[in-house]
């Protein structure tokens, strides 16, 4: 994606500002450094969960699109659809988010950066 920091420079500015601000993250697969996709596992408090994948829309701009699995209480199933996703790309990041508002986090540091 050009014209944007490195996958690895944001993951790690993600990381920071979830640990920050008392919520959890971590990497369940890292991916290529400088251009590798990133894939969101969004935990909330009640039990669900949203994945999104960070992506271009139709005039270059960054943004979070929500994907995987329907159901957002199946853990199994989004556990499966993210590593059938790694084992097609081995590039891809997966970083798993725990905290209040974890898609505020994500948009405001992954689609801005």
């Given at each position: ?10 993951v ?16 369940r697969?890292?991916g290529?450094?400088?251009s ?13 969960s ?15 699109v ?11 199933a989004?556990?499966?659809y ?13 970083v ?9 986090f994500?948009?405001e ?5």
């Open positions: 994606m050009m014209g944007t920091l490195p996958s690895g420079i944001l790690s500015a993600l990381l920071k500002r979830v640990n920050d601000s008392g919520g959890m993250g971590m990497v697969a890292r290529d450094a400088q590798g996709a990133i894939l969101l596992l969004l935990n909330e408090n009640n039990g669900t949203k994945v999104m994948e960070r992506a271009l829309d139709l005039l270059g701009k960054v943004i979070l929500e994907t995987g699995p329907a159901d957002p209480t199946d853990a199994i989004r556990e499966a993210w590593r059938r996703r790694r084992d097609r790309d081995p590039d891809l990041w997966v798993e988010l725990d905290i209040p508002s974890a898609e505020r994500a948009a540091t992954i689609a801005s950066g």
